[in-house]
């Protein structure tokens, strides 16, 4: 069964604090890695990755997969207030229709 | 500007009645989508369109209808049939993923209860 793992669940830093979020997938069938942000509404897309190995940046924000071990990364620097949200891990897989698995997410919160 | 709305923002539903659920969009969109979200859980596929007077059934398609007859809406109807409604609700489009691999855009949501 498709799954995709998010860890940790939950985690609490202070401002300016380097976080790095988890997330691992067992999908057959993979096309790409995309990563969101939830602040209690819309999901609002980040990153899209299809190859292994190349980073994308957005300011503070990165994220990089690995398909041979299955497992991607997303890395916030200098984390603000602002960046407390939800962020979900889903995989797209390759099938008649744009199915796409989600992870539980991981809720940051970023304190004064 | 482009975007999906979703109506209303919070509902609530006694036991026994079906409501519906509104999503529009003006992103010209071909494929529109419907998620539930339970605490700590990812989002999970209730039904999908990918084009005008079809729709497909996802995985948790049961005590749900929907409709697709015009490009812009995809309202969601909850039945009675669905014995634990309680969560968040969220719509999504996309430009269909064989044409480019675009993301799903997602509306706010709908929060439904249970009186």
């Known amino acids: 069964e498709d799954k995709v793992v998010q860890s940790p669940l939950s985690l609490v830093v202070h401002e300016g604090d380097t976080v790095t979020l988890n997330c691992s997938y067992e999908?057959?069938?993979?096309?790409?890695l995309l990563w969101y942000k939830q602040e209690k509404k819309a999901p609002t897309f980040l990153f899209m990755l299809?190859?292994?190995?190349i980073e994308k940046k957005s300011g503070r924000l990165s994220s990089i997969l690995d398909k041979k071990e299955l497992f991607s990364i997303l890395n916030i620097t200098a984390t603000q207030t602002g960046d407390s949200a939800v962020y979900l891990c889903?995989?797209?897989?390759?099938?008649?229709?744009?199915?796409?698995?989600f992870g539980p997410g991981t809720s940051l919160s970023v304190i004064p | 500007d482009g975007g999906i709305t979703q109506s209303p923002k919070y509902l609530f539903r006694k036991e026994g009645q079906n409501v519906t659920l509104s999503c529009e969009q003006n992103?010209?969109?071909?494929?529109m989508y419907w998620y539930r979200q339970d605490p700590g859980q990812g989002l999970r596929l209730i039904y999908y369109?990918?084009?005008?007077?079809?729709?497909q059934k996802g995985d948790i398609a049961e005590g749900y209808s929907v409709s697709r007859e015009k490009k812009e809406s995809f309202p969601l109807t909850v039945t009675s049939a669905q014995k634990n409604p309680t969560a968040f609700y969220l719509c999504a489009s996309s430009i269909r993923q064989k044409v480019s691999d675009q993301p799903q855009h997602f509306g706010d949501g709908t929060r439904l209860s249970i009186l």
């Open positions: 369109s990918q084009i005008v007077n079809d729709f």
């Open positions: 889903a995989v797209l897989k390759l099938t008649s229709y744009d199915k796409v698995i």
């Open positions: 999908v057959t069938n993979f096309r790409s």
């Open positions: 992103l010209n969109h071909d494929a």
């Open positions: 299809t190859s292994s190995g």
